[in-house]
C-alpha cells in the first residue's frame, strides 16, 4: 500500500499528492494506533472505561512501532520530492531490514535505498569492513550482555519492592537502571549497525556517549540520535511550520508537543506520556536559557542537573504505571527512611550472591559506570578502527568475555523489544 501511494504522490497533481499522503498518513498512523493503543484510548475516555469497555486485546506485529515511522518517512520524503519511489523489492527490503526492524536505529528511506542498487553483484564487504563489523558487533555484545544484564538485576529487583526500599536503595537502583538502558539499547544499536555492515549496509549510529552531557538538548543529540532526528524532522518542523509566526514561546509548545508524542510511541502508558512530557519541558527550558543568554551554570552543575532530569524521567518510564512512579519517588524522597550502608549492603549480596561470580558483577558494574562517563564512545571507536592485531585481540577477548556471562546466566531480552 505505502508503496503504491509514494508512486501515486510521486506522479499527481499538487492537491492530489497532498491528499495521497494524508491518506497514507492516516492510514499508517490507525494501524498503529489499532495494534497498539485502541485499549489505551478506549481506557481514558471516562465513559467507556466507567462501564468496562474493551476492545480484543490484539497482539503486536513484529516491529511495528519501528517500521510505521519507516513508511512514513518514505511516504514524507517521496512527497517533499527529497527521493524517487523504489522499486517493490527496495521498500520491502527498507521497511523489513532486519538489524533495524525490531528496535531501531531509525532508518531514513534516502539514506538506505539509494545503497541497495549498489548491492546488485555485489561479492560482499571488504575485509576491513567485515573487521569493523566484527568489533563493533563485540563492543555491543558485551554492553549488553556483560554491562547491561549486570545492572539489570539491581534495577529489576528494586522496582519490584519499591516499598522495603530505604533512600539510598532507591536512588541507587534508579541509577542502575539509567545505566541498564544505555548499555542495553546501545548496544542493540551497535549490533544492528555491525549486522547491516556485514552486507554492505550503512546505518546511522545512534548514540555517542550521552550520559556525559551536560544539558538536556545535548542529551537528546546523542541519545537515540536517529529518534531525535526523526521527531525533528516530522513531528517539531511540521507543528513549528503550522504556526503564521515563530516565536519562542511556540517553539517551546512545539517541543513539549513533540516530545510527548514521542512519549506516547513507547507505549500506551501515562508514564510515557509523562516521560516524553518532562524530556518536552527540558528541552523546552534549555531553549530559553539559551535564547535568553541566562548565566551560564558551572560544568559539574550543569551535568548533575541533566542527570537528574533523565533519571527522574526514567523512573516513569520503568515503573509499571503512575502510582508506583509516585511512589518509588517517596521512597527516594524520604529523608526519615534507613540512609546507613548495611540494608544496601544486604540487598547486593543478596542480588549477587557472594565468591568469585559477585566480584565480577562488582567489577562489571564498576567498567560500566567509567566507559559510561569517561574514554572514548563506541561510535568513536568503531570511526577511529584500524585493522590492527591489538583491535583482533580486543575482539576475541570482548566476544569469549561476552560468552562467559551468556553461560552464566539466564540472558534477558532487550528493553526496547517491548516496544
Known amino acids: ?38 485499549n489505551f484510548f478506549i481506557g481514558s475516555i471516562p465513559y467507556f472505561a466507567h462501564h468496562h469497555i474493551l476492545a480484543p486485546e490484539l497482539a503486536f506485529p513484529l516491529g511495528i512501532s519501528f517500521f510505521t515511522l519507516a513508511q512514513i518517512m518514505y511516504l514524507i520524503d517521496c512527497y517533499e520530492q527529497l527521493m524517487p519511489p523504489s522499486s517493490l523489492f527496495d521498500h520491502a527490503t527498507f521497511v523489513s531490514f532486519f538489524p533495524y526492524v525490531i528496535s531501531g536505529p531509525i532508518s531514513r528511506p534516502k539514506r538506505i535505498v539509494h545503497q541497495f542498487p549498489a548491492l546488485n553483484g555485489f561479492a560482499g564487504p571488504d575485509a576491513d569492513t567485515v573487521a569493523r563489523a566484527m568489533y563493533l558487533f563485540s563492543m555491543g555484545l558485551v554492553k549488553k550482555v556483560v554491562l ?5 538485576k539491581a534495577a529489576d529487583y528494586g522496582f519490584a519492592n519499591i516499598s522495603s ?12 537502571y539509567v545505566f541498564q538502558i544505555y548499555f542495553d539499547f546501545s548496544g542493540y544499536s ?64 512545539a517541543t513539549l508537543l513533540a516530545m510527548t508524542i514521542a512519549g506516547l510511541w513507547h507505549g500506551p502508558n501515562w508514564t510515557f506520556v509523562i516521560f516524553g512530557a518532562i524530556h518536552g519541558l527540558g528541552l523546552a527550558t534549555n531553549q530559553y536559557w539559551r535564547k535568553k543568554k541566562m548565566p551560564k551554570i558551572p560544568i559539574l552543575a550543569s551535568w548533575l542537573i541533566t542527570f537528574l532530569v533523565y533519571l527522574f524521567s526514567f523512573v516513569f518510564f520503568r ?19 534507613s540512609l546507613s550502608g548495611g540494608n544496601l549492603a544486604a540487598t547486593y549480596k543478596l542480588l549477587n550472591g557472594e565468591g568469585p561470580m559477585a566480584a565480577i558483577l562488582l567489577i562489571a558494574q564498576i567498567a560500566g559506570i567509567v566507559a559510561a562517563l569517561a574514554g572514548k564512545s563506541t561510535d568513536q571507536l568503531g ?10 585481540l580486543t575482539v576475541s577477548a570482548c566476544a569469549l568475555f561476552a560468552l562467559f556471562y551468556l553461560n552464566s546466566s539466564v540472558a534477558k531480552p532487550f528493553v526496547y523489544f517491548r516496544f
Open 319 to 337: 515503573a509499571p504505571d503512575i502510582h508506583a512512579s509516585l511512589f518509588y519517588f517517596s521512597r527516594m524522597f524520604s529523608w526519615h527512611l
Open 383 to 392: 570511526r577511529d578502527f584500524k585493522p590492527t592485531m591489538l583491535n583482533y
Open 190 to 253: 551497535d549490533m544492528a549497525i555491525a549486522s547491516a555492515l556485514f552486507f554492505g549496509i550503512d546505518v546511522q549510529h545512534n548514540f555517542d556517549a550521552p550520559l556525559r552531557t551536560k544539558s538536556i538538548i545535548e542529551f537528546w543529540q546523542r541519545w537515540h540520535i536517529s529518534l531525535t532526528s526523526f521527531i525533528t524532522t516530522y513531528i517539531y518542523t511540521p507543528i513549528l511550520k503550522s504556526f503564521s509566526r515563530v516565536t519562542l514561546a511556540r517553539s517551546a509548545f
Open 148 to 152: 547491561a544484564d549486570a545492572f539489570s
Open 1 to 38: 500500500m505505502n508503496w503504491q501511494l509514494a508512486r501515486l504522490i510521486s506522479n499527481a497533481s499538487p492537491q492530489r499528492r497532498k491528499t495521497y499522503l494524508q491518506a497514507g498518513l492516516v492510514l499508517n498512523i490507525g494501524y498503529l494506533c489499532t495494534f497498539k493503543y485502541l
Open 165 to 176: 526500599l530505604s533512600t539510598v536503595e532507591a536512588w541507587c537502583f534508579a541509577i542502575s
